[in-house]
């Protein structure tokens, strides 16, 4: 079974425009989650859809958005690029919302550079 | 809100050696998952084992185990006979279970620990 994919894998921008990144889910998984790891704050929460809503969302600002697809595929939108944005996206999948079905798996991040 | 907390930025280790990676948390919850995950050089975050707060027994994986201390709040990783490729950044992290409300929270990650090892 494949693993998450996710595309672009690197990305340069200036500040000020905006960016879609992609996720492509484990098949059969329902569940997409977003992480932004920078070498200050580490790894944090941006926000999980699932059935094509998001139903969590971490402490960033509004110019980070996302959305799914009926298919599970999810993208992620940053508008008005700041450097601070400069980071290492991760997705991660899951099966569905259910007790022991906790476990996310990864794709290999999207590295975005802003200029 | 929870923490997750990694005492160790690196540790070196010699192959074949045994090496504990620490990670404490602090929540007020009863329902919570635990994980240990590997980020080699190539950034792929990998899942090394996971942990059920609500079973006791300590969850193992061939050469990994954990050391599961539910009053302390302590989750640590031991790798019994490291080898070249156990080199990785190593970051615990914490999930809120269904059960306690949670369900669609996100992992909470602690700094994490770069794992050295000597050939």
């Known amino acids: 079974k494949a693993g998450v994919t996710q595309t672009p894998r690197y990305l340069i921008k200036t500040r000020g425009q905006q960016v879609t990144l992609s996720c492509s889910p484990i098949?059969?998984?329902?569940?997409v989650s977003w992480y932004q790891q920078t070498p200050g704050q580490g790894l944090q929460f941006l926000f999980e859809?699932?059935?094509?809503?998001?139903?969590n969302k971490g402490n960033f600002p509004g110019r980070f958005s996302g959305r799914q697809f009926s298919n599970s595929r999810s993208e992620m939108n940053v508008s008005t690029l700041e450097l601070g944005d400069s980071a290492l996206y991760l997705c991660?999948?899951?099966?569905?919302?259910?007790?022991?079905?906790?476990?996310?798996?990864f794709g290999p991040g999207t590295r975005l550079l802003v200029l | 809100a929870q923490t997750v907390t990694q005492s160790q930025p690196e540790m070196s280790v010699q192959e074949a050696e045994t090496v504990t990676l620490s990670c404490t948390y602090d929540?007020?919850?009863?329902?919570?998952?635990l994980f240990w995950y590997k980020q080699p050089p190539s950034r792929q975050m990998i899942l090394v084992i996971r942990?059920?707060?609500?079973?006791?027994q300590n969850a193992t994986e061939n050469r990994f185990s954990v050391n599961f201390q539910k009053a302390a709040k302590s989750f640590s990783l031991k790798i019994s006979d490291s080898q070249l490729g156990d080199a990785a950044m190593y970051f615990c992290?914490?999930?809120?279970?269904?059960?306690?409300?949670?369900?669609?929270?996100?992992?909470?990650f602690g700094k994490g620990t770069h794992l050295i090892i000597q050939p």
């Open positions: 991660a999948s899951r099966l569905y919302r259910s007790p022991g079905m906790e476990t996310q798996y």
């Open positions: 098949s059969g998984h329902r569940s």
């Open positions: 859809y699932f059935s094509e809503t998001q139903r």
């Open positions: 929540t007020s919850e009863s329902d919570y998952y």
């Open positions: 942990q059920e707060a609500y079973k006791q």
């Open positions: 992290a914490y999930r809120i279970g269904l059960y306690s409300g949670g369900g669609a929270d996100g992992l909470t």
